[in-house]
């Protein structure tokens, strides 16, 4: 693991494969989708007593201590904000978590105090900026177009008349009666009125299984051009050794096939001190590996301690969170 100081990269987490033009880079690549964490308004007047933040590809956990320094009591919009799904075609490059819900594709689940919430969502569809949300509902098609091929099959039934608006704007095409391309994006977040007493604490818990982006990397992508876009996510040298070493042994395990690892990444924004009152007074952030031999390498400006043989974890006091990490987990297979 390469840990290395990067002044524009302290804030979120991303675990991210570089973005290597073309199959002889990378092969089967799907791309990671940030999801935040808990959204105030940034003049709610709410501090940030203490963040835990636990990191892996199978699941991510958030856990907020906030409190109302005031004298009174206030109540403000809560929000989780989901990534925008970008259709650019019926076919699609993300693989969502939960394929079968069209709303909460990535199970989150939201706690208070202990207790299960029920927030309510926002679900909005739109091309450059025009939203068609109450166009699609009109016409019954489908919200999200990550979710099975049901907006393909509703846009397969579309009358000729119906057909004309989704062409003008960009937003579908046909070959006869089959659905050649859709694209539109779909923005979801969900929100709640959270109660804040005023100088006592509320626990806010978000936990949610996140949009993995996944690749594979080879010896082409260690030659200079794709080295160049490895380095960027601070891959020192010692990293860059153990991985052609895994692609080495790869390739002595089977000398007839093309050595290729497996690589996945996750995209994390953590929250902005403009949403707090003041810096975050007691952080702790947990990154868990996908496996005890996975190759990991990330931007970080602080010291992570080992705790497991997939854990590492990082503390500090009064932390100010100022930009983008970027983290890489290579796996010595082909597989997680």
């Keep these: 693991m390469s840990v290395r100081l990067a002044p524009a990269l302290i804030a979120s987490l991303i675990v991210l494969l570089p973005s290597l033009a073309g199959p002889a880079h990378a092969q089967d690549e799907r791309a990671a989708l940030p999801v935040g964490g808990l959204m105030l308004p940034p003049n709610a007047g709410i501090s940030l007593k203490s963040h835990e933040l636990k ?21 403000a919009i809560a929000a989780v904000p989901l990534p ?49 949300t109450a166009r699609l509902a009109a016409d019954k098609v489908p919200l999200n177009l990550f979710v099975a091929q049901r907006a393909r099959e509703t846009l397969e039934k579309l009358p000729a008349d119906k057909r004309k608006f989704y062409q003008e704007y960009g937003l579908a095409s046909w070959t006869g009666s089959q659905p050649t391309m859709v694209s539109w994006d779909l923005a ?25 982006g ?3 990397l080879n010896d082409t992508s260690l030659a200079p051009a794709g080295l160049a876009a490895l380095k960027a996510h601070c891959l020192d040298k010692d990293t860059e050794n153990g991985i052609r070493k895994a692609l080495a042994a790869r390739k002595q395990a089977a000398p007839a096939e093309s050595p290729n690892l497996f690589a996945q990444r996750l995209d994390y924004l953590i929250t902005s001190t403009s949403r707090w009152a003041g810096p975050i007074r007691d ?21 992570f301690q080992k705790t497991s043989p997939t854990g590492f974890q990082f503390s500090a006091k009064d932390f100010d969170p100022r930009g983008d990490l970027s983290i890489l987990f290579v796996n010595p297979s082909t597989q997680p």
Aim: hydrophobic share 40%; with cysteine; net charge negative.
């Design 84 to 132: 925008t799904l970008t259709g650019t075609d019926a076919d699609f490059e993300h693989d969502l978590p939960n394929e079968t819900d069209p709303v909460n594709f990535i199970s989150l689940a939201i706690t208070v105090d202990g207790k299960k919430l029920e927030p309510k969502v926002e679900q909005h569809a739109s091309i450059l900026g025009l939203d068609i």
């Design 55 to 75: 990191l892996a590809t199978s699941g991510i956990e958030a856990t907020y201590e906030l409190v109302n320094e005031g004298d009174t009591d206030l109540v």
């Design 188 to 212: 979801t977040s969900f929100h709640w009125s959270q109660a804040f007493p005023a100088r006592k604490p509320v626990k806010v818990a978000i936990r949610y299984v996140p949009i993995i």
């Design 283 to 303: 952080f702790r952030l947990t990154i868990d590996k996908p496996r005890a031999d996975s190759i990991m390498s990330l931007c970080f400006s602080g010291k």
């Design 214 to 216: 996944t690749g594979s």
